[in-house]
């Protein structure tokens, strides 16, 4: 029996069922862009912990920040004896956030609890408790967040009653347009219904905010044209909504940029970051504008381990990292794995479209390219097919039938060739 074997045995005894796996790989080491099992075998990451690892696995830069960091201070509370990394965390997340604007920040641990402090912000600050969300969107697993994530299974199957005041509006899906529009004869049409969207479903004056992922990552990826935001973030302010962006997948450079705000302009009154920032340590954050922040009462947020200080130092090495280097290797990334995909759709009647924004790109399988049929099953299938030849993928989309690439920004050139040419067999295989 394998040591993965025999791993898989005790996993199926002690583990909740309810936990899901990719597949039976379990990981002893990594580097880079690739995860070593118990046994020996290795596997090219092209899910990169789920949008975490943009810096690699196992970060130089990081891992000495963790253990420097291990050896002075593991934990005291912030809120008991406050320490210098917080701080410094903070600052430099105040720096890279999109404004020309005071801000002021919260560190916390996970992205579903940055989400939920967002609005409970959002709700103090406006003395108003309605919350819109996309349709598509995910935010999170806790009451609240899972109330605000989109898709019903596995997510939110049988765990309600859900949190209330959640409204939902659709995302702009230019390949298959809500409204059975075309981009850009539309003139944003999807943006300006938000307007008439108040008349049916919810006041301005009971609105505190709009929570919105630049790009819908579990919705497949999808990018919005590049006036979408703008105006809507304009909606907003005339509406006096707040605009949040939840940059908790898109954000700490996966599409190019430090927050994929950037591309547009566009400003958010506050800002939810995770994932990518902390070099694969458990860290997040809420930016804002300090007057937005402040309206909090101290005590009103914060937790036992929110800001944690090897966390924190491990979070301002990834940074580091990012700007030093990896954030521009990512926007180089992103140019030519687009080259390649649109190449690929070429050959291959199965894809039927390619999007993306940097190196957050997807793939999107159909049937039938003229119909825009979702093909679920294939996609299934080539993730599994892949998962055999040691890569790992992982789909996406209300339909399932997305391929989302989230491989480490600094992965190197042979690794990412073995990786595509993998994923393109078996893509071929299924055309």
Not at 257 to 275: N, S
Request: aromatic content about 8%.
């Amino acid at each position: 029996m394998s040591n993965s074997d025999k791993l898989l045995e005790r996993r199926n005894k002690a583990v909740a069922a309810g936990v899901g796996n990719l597949g039976p790989v379990f990981a002893k080491c990594a580097g880079n862009s690739t995860i070593t099992d118990v046994d020996g075998q290795e596997y090219i990451d092209f899910v990169g912990g789920i949008g975490v690892n943009n810096v690699g696995h196992c970060n130089e830069k990081v891992v000495t920040a963790i253990k420097e960091q291990a050896e002075k201070l593991i934990h005291s509370c912030f809120h008991i004896a406050m320490y210098e990394p917080y701080i410094a965390l903070a600052e430099k997340l105040i720096e890279i956030a999109p404004g020309d604007f005071e801000k002021k920040a919260v560190l916390l641990n996970s992205g579903a609890e940055a989400v939920e402090n967002a609005v409970k912000i959002a709700r103090l600050a406006s003395g108003k408790s309605g919350i819109v969300v996309y349709e598509g969107g995910f935010h999170g697993r806790t009451l609240l967040t899972m109330s605000m994530t989109s898709k019903v299974k596995p997510y939110k199957y049988r765990f309600g009653p859900y949190a209330p005041e959640i409204y939902r509006i659709p995302y702009p899906y230019c390949y298959r347009c809500p409204y059975g529009k075309e981009y850009p004869s539309c003139d944003i049409y999807c943006a300006e219904q938000f307007k008439n969207w108040f008349i049916g479903n919810a006041a301005p004056e009971n609105l505190a905010a709009l929570v919105a992922e630049p790009i819908a990552g579990e919705g497949g990826f999808l990018v919005p044209p590049p006036e979408y935001f703008p105006r809507i973030k304009s909606i907003c302010a005339e509406n006096g909504i707040y605009f949040v962006a939840d940059e908790i997948q898109s954000g700490g450079g996966r599409t190019g940029k430090m927050c994929a705000m950037e591309h547009w302009g566009v400003e958010p009154d506050l800002m939810t970051m995770a994932k990518s920032i902390g070099g694969g340590m458990p860290i997040s954050a809420v930016v804002g504008k300090k007057e937005i922040m402040d309206a909090v009462h101290p005590g009103g947020l914060g937790g036992t381990y929110g800001g944690n200080p090897v966390s924190c130092a491990a979070a301002l090495a990834a940074l580091d990292s990012l700007e030093t280097g990896i954030l521009e290797q990512g926007a180089a990334l992103g140019e030519k794995l687009k080259e390649i995909f649109l190449g690929w759709k070429e050959k291959y009647s199965i894809i039927g479209e390619v999007r993306g924004l940097g190196a957050m790109i997807a793939i999107e399988l159909v049937s039938d390219r003229e119909k825009k049929t979702p093909d679920a099953a294939v996609t299934k299938k080539i993730v599994s097919e892949v998962l055999k030849k040691k890569l790992l993928l992982l789909a996406c989309g209300n339909y399932g039938n997305v391929l989302r690439v989230l491989v480490p920004l600094s992965v190197d050139e042979e690794t990412l060739g073995k990786g595509l040419a993998i994923l393109e067999e078996a893509i071929a295989a299924n055309s």
